[in-house]
């Protein structure tokens, strides 16, 4: 489609509205064209970019774009994906993976053919860099994650049928800092309970999860919709002598020689999520930090834990 990276978007919700508000701000990007469930949606995302609305992901994918940014809801994932994988184009997908286990674990194997990244972008934080650089060499004692929050402004995300629950919608960047600073975990024990106060729910409004990792440290993840505000969404790790707390907006250092707060740039981390897929795709760099592969480590910990809250069972993951 010329020499820009030509890249075409599946879903024009506020997610996907972000997305192309960043790579339009690349040189050598153009968003070409935009389908969505809701034709005034992608219309409207469209005109913004000077790109062409597509009915559906078909007439998108002939078009013939150079990649292509699934940002669907949870219940959503699947359709779209496999057309792009069957085309052989590039993907990026925002999280969640799907509203179950099964679709991506299906999609996987295809996923492997071509670029994919996930949008965890809390791996491009700087301050993740520094808390692994911290942490390195040291034995970990103890690894807390939570998601303290309240309820989403779309109406799908309260039922377990389309959002999967906080666990699976909200909680997967927590539970891929858990992975990456404490390593694989093998087996979760959750509790859920409550309906958030909004009409029709049937989520849990909140979830503790006590988790074990591959090398014997115990954990903790604890989540809650029931908020008016974003309360917390950090993970705390605990090694001899040593507290981290690493964040969207901070990390928190604590030590024998007192507390340390370095701020954190999202804002930096959303954009370079983003500019890794794209030079990936143009193949002048390889910095995708989530393929889908490891995306997918992180969604099985994430519905292990839905799973367990559900059937009040130990479930490994």
């Not at 992975?179 to 409004?205: I, N, S, T, Y």
């Not at 690493?246 to 954190?264: C, F, I, M, N």
């Amino acid at each position: 489609m010329g020499s820009k990276c030509a890249v075409a978007m599946v879903g024009a919700g506020s997610v996907a509205r972000r997305h192309a508000a960043v790579l339009a701000g690349f040189p050598d990007v153009r968003v070409v064209g935009v389908t969505d469930v809701v034709p005034e949606a992608a219309g409207a995302l469209a005109a913004e970019h000077g790109a062409l609305a597509y009915p559906d992901v078909s007439a998108l994918l002939a078009a013939g774009p150079d990649a292509v940014y699934v940002c669907v809801p949870p219940f959503a994932h699947g359709p779209a994906e496999e057309a792009v994988l069957g085309a052989g184009l590039p993907m990026f997908v925002e999280k969640p993976l799907a509203v179950d286990l099964a679709t991506a674990e299906r999609l996987a194997p295809l996923a492997e053919r071509v670029v994919t990244a996930v949008g965890l972008h809390w791996r491009y934080l700087a301050v993740v860099e520094r808390a692994r650089n911290l942490l390195a060499g040291r034995e970990l004692r103890l690894v807390s994650a939570a998601w303290l929050d309240k309820v989403p402004p779309v109406d799908w995300w309260t039922r377990r049928e389309s959002s999967g629950g906080q666990v699976v919608e909200q909680a997967p960047h927590v539970l891929d800092l858990m992975r990456l600073l404490g390593g694989e975990v093998v087996q979760v024990h959750a509790a859920g309970g409550g309906r958030p106060p909004v009409p029709e729910a049937d989520v849990d409004a909140a979830t503790a999860a006590l988790v074990r990792f591959a090398s014997g440290v115990p954990g903790s993840l604890t989540t809650t919709s029931v908020l008016g505000w974003k309360h917390r969404a950090s993970v705390e790790v605990i090694a001899d002598g040593l507290a981290v707390e690493v964040g969207e907006e901070s990390l928190l250092v604590r030590d024998g020689g007192g507390e340390h707060r370095y701020p954190a740039d999202p804002v930096a981390a959303r954009v370079a999520v983003d500019r890794a897929f794209v030079d990936a795709v143009l193949g002048v760099a390889d910095d995708v930090r989530v393929p889908y592969g490891e995306a997918l480590r992180t969604h099985r910990l994430a519905t292990a834990v839905a799973r367990s809250a559900l059937t009040e069972e130990p479930v490994g993951v």
